[in-house]
């Protein structure tokens, strides 16, 4: 009992911080966050009829879409889209970071800039850091669901993944560069967009290959850059495949990049839409002024409800 009490504590605590009144993101308050969130993503439908052998033997079949991260990158570590979130991010990545690169390498190395750490270059090469969170409205969201398929929730603690710690991997994906998946996943980059519903997970459609999961890949556009990075965090976040990345609280479900939905917040609120979507139908007028963005990513959900 008294862990859960310290859980609610802390998750309270974290919402406060995360959505307060000078946020740059939300405005002054909690119902300021309930208008950029586009509910309409949720997506509920009834399917149509499913059976099983024991009473009741008749269901329906629903379909919909949960919100359970909020994901942002920024390009400088430590830093947060939400100035008052970014003093907590920078306290636990800066020394974490510089301790982690220090026992890889046996030397001080500071905290700076993934293009500066790298040697990688090359045209439209981009680089994010990636923080995952819990996303905390869930009782908002179960208050617009007719019926569901019961309570979905990405982790048990508010942060998920702060990129900066797992700085050797996202900066190099050292190990994961070796797996028959980075080697799978990079040959099919330049057909990704034709894969649709083929990819296994290893590509993204218009967005780039999956693997490696780290902060670099290369393309036009920043947005599409962002929201890539994102789903790559996500992924490497999950307790079916989390490799050789250090992840402060793994996410309970396998990520879908076929079924699975992601909205823009910040700075340019949208609607939903699809991993991988072509750019074309939503990038547009997007790009941050000051580098940053903030998504939600939905989850795909499907059940029989008897």
């Not at 949960?66 to 907590?88: H, M, Q, R, W, Y």
């Not at 900066?164 to 900066?171: I, M």
Request: charged share 15%.
């Amino acid at each position: 009992m008294k862990r859960i009490l310290q859980s609610k504590v802390f998750l309270s605590l974290f919402i406060l911080v995360l959505f307060s009144k000078t946020s740059l993101c939300f405005g002054e308050s909690l119902l300021s966050l309930q208008n950029v969130i586009n509910w309409s993503c949720i997506g509920f439908k009834v399917v149509g009829p499913c059976f099983k052998s024991t009473p009741p033997y008749v269901g329906v079949k629903i379909r919909y879409w949960a919100p359970v991260i909020l994901g942002e990158t920024v390009k400088n570590p430590g830093d947060s889209v939400i100035d008052e979130f970014g003093s907590i991010v920078k306290s636990m990545t800066q020394e974490a970071t510089t301790s982690l690169m220090s026992q890889m390498t046996g030397l001080a190395v500071p905290m700076t800039s993934g293009s500066i750490e790298t040697g990688l270059d090359g045209s439209n090469l981009q680089f994010n850091e990636v923080h995952l969170y819990k996303f905390p409205f869930v009782d908002l969201f179960n208050a617009k669901l007719p019926m569901s398929c019961g309570s979905v929730s990405a982790s048990p603690a508010p942060i998920i993944y702060l990129s900066e710690l797992d700085a050797l991997e996202w900066r190099t994906g050292f190990f994961e560069i070796l797996s028959p998946k980075s080697a799978i996943s990079s040959s099919l980059g330049p057909i990704c967009a034709t894969l649709k519903g083929h990819s296994r997970n290893l590509c993204m459609g218009y967005w780039g290959p999956v693997y490696p999961r780290r902060g670099f890949l290369t393309h036009h556009s920043e947005v599409v850059g962002a929201a890539a990075n994102v789903y790559r965090a996500v992924s490497l976040s999950s307790l079916a495949d989390l490799s050789f990345h250090k992840v402060l609280s793994p996410i309970t479900f396998y990520p879908d990049a076929d079924k699975d939905r992601i909205q823009l917040l910040f700075p340019h609120p949208s609607g939903c839409f699809d991993i991988g979507e072509n750019p074309a139908w939503w990038e547009s007028t997007k790009t941050s002024f000051n580098g940053k963005y903030l998504f939600v990513y939905w989850k795909h959900q499907e059940c029989c409800v008897f």
